[in-house]
């Protein structure tokens, strides 16, 4: 597949996805991103600003096998990947696959499940397989996590440990919508949306697994010039010298900021990647990468502002 076609399939998604997430671009544009170069999303924000609904809309126009995990404190790591049975009549075990068989796997507030059920995600999610019983079974190719999860409940839920953080390739942040954006919903909900029924919005299938399967392809043959890999490099290595900062981002975050900026510049139908596409990525593929010292956090300060501070201190490649 050409970059030119896989554009087209790429603003359609964000088209279709338009019809019923209203007033998130960028944070559509992102999901959009993530699912194009193969990275997992974790997508944080408050209780209502659909969160869930736009891994259901996007599972949806793109053809794709979707499942859904509600996490909980009790969920076991085998509710997730599945369980061996034994079959009385052949006298054999049988495996029963769990949810996370699935080309997209919503796993909702993911930080309310302990460490251990959090883990049996961690090979799925890196290998895509799981192992059940020392016997390894492979998942769907396209196999992609978005992971929801909310910033001002902490009764009862678990901090997501940094290994498992540093799986997802953006941390996506959904705000509160801007007024417009409010009265525009509830005209949708007048007119007759519902979102417990998506056929309300008269979604199209944009596209299926083995097309998704070309365009990821496609993304990885995009083109990144010395100057904008060194650009990104600059930056990652940057996170680590920040004052106030306790621990900076891995080589790892650089990997995932160049397949992001590949995968930015197939949706701005680019042949090539560009400064503005590392930069814009940034603070998705690094705010969750970095810790901040106890006393930083204290006053108020975040991860976004020292990354923005950060970046006016590079120096953009021409």
Do not use: W
């Not at 599972?59 to 096998?65: M, S």
């Not at 959904?174 to 519902?194: C, K, N, W």
């Amino acid at each position: 597949m050409d970059i030119a076609r896989a554009n087209e399939v790429a603003r359609r998604v964000v088209n279709e996805l338009r019809k019923v997430i209203v007033g998130q671009d960028a944070v559509l544009e992102q999901i959009v991103v993530a699912l194009l170069a193969g990275g997992h999303a974790l997508i944080e924000g408050v209780p209502g600003t659909a969160k869930t609904l736009v891994a259901r809309v996007l599972a949806h126009v793109t053809g794709t096998v979707f499942r859904r995990i509600q996490f909980t404190p009790d969920l076991m790591p085998s509710d997730i990947t599945g369980v061996n049975i034994y079959n009385t009549a052949t006298g054999e075990f049988v495996f029963r696959p769990g949810p996370i068989f699935a080309d997209i796997l919503l796993g909702d507030e993911i930080n309310r499940a302990p460490a251990k059920t959090q883990a049996a995600l961690l090979e799925a999610m890196q290998e895509r397989r799981v192992t059940i019983d020392g016997v390894p079974h492979a998942m769907s190719r396209v196999f992609t996590v978005f992971a929801t999860q909310n910033p001002v409940e902490f009764e009862g839920t678990y901090p997501l440990p940094e290994a498992q953080l540093d799986r997802f390739m953006f941390k996506i942040a959904v705000s509160y919508p801007d007024e417009q954006t409010e009265a525009v919903i509830l005209d949708h909900v007048e007119d007759g949306f519902d979102s417990q029924d998506l056929a309300t919005a008269k979604l199209d299938v944009v596209l299926d697994v083995p097309t998704l399967e070309d365009i990821r392809t496609t993304t990885r043959s995009v083109r990144v010039e010395t100057m904008v890999r060194r650009y990104a490099t600059s930056i990652v290595r940057g996170t680590r010298s920040i004052v106030d900062v306790s621990l900076g981002a891995s080589p790892r975050a650089a990997e995932m900021l160049m397949l992001g900026a590949k995968a930015h510049a197939i949706v701005a139908g680019r042949t090539f990647v560009t400064p503005d596409d590392v930069k814009a990525l940034a603070l998705p593929v690094l705010r969750h990468r970095i810790l901040l010292r106890p006393e930083v956090e204290v006053e108020g300060r975040t991860t976004d502002d020292c990354l923005r501070e950060l970046l006016l201190t590079m120096e953009v490649p021409r």
